[in-house]
């Protein structure tokens, strides 16, 4: 009984730190897909307004 006590805590604790281990890393992909979630809207805009200055470009041409 004991045996089995122990091994039982044993797979108790290591189901715990890989809880842990699971969380911290839930927390440092929560950063990177904020940050990355910031680079795409940044960088859309940054096409938004090429986009705008070449179809003002477009309308200044002969044509």
Known sequence: MDSE???LETKVAQFVT???RL???NVVLRQQLVSAENDS???SEKIN???AKLER???RLPG
């Open 23 to 25: 969380r911290e890393e």
């Open 57 to 59: 470009l477009l309308t």
């Open 5 to 7: 006590f122990n091994t």
């Open 41 to 43: 809207k940044r960088l």
């Open 18 to 20: 890989l809880c842990e």
């Open 49 to 51: 307004a090429a986009k």
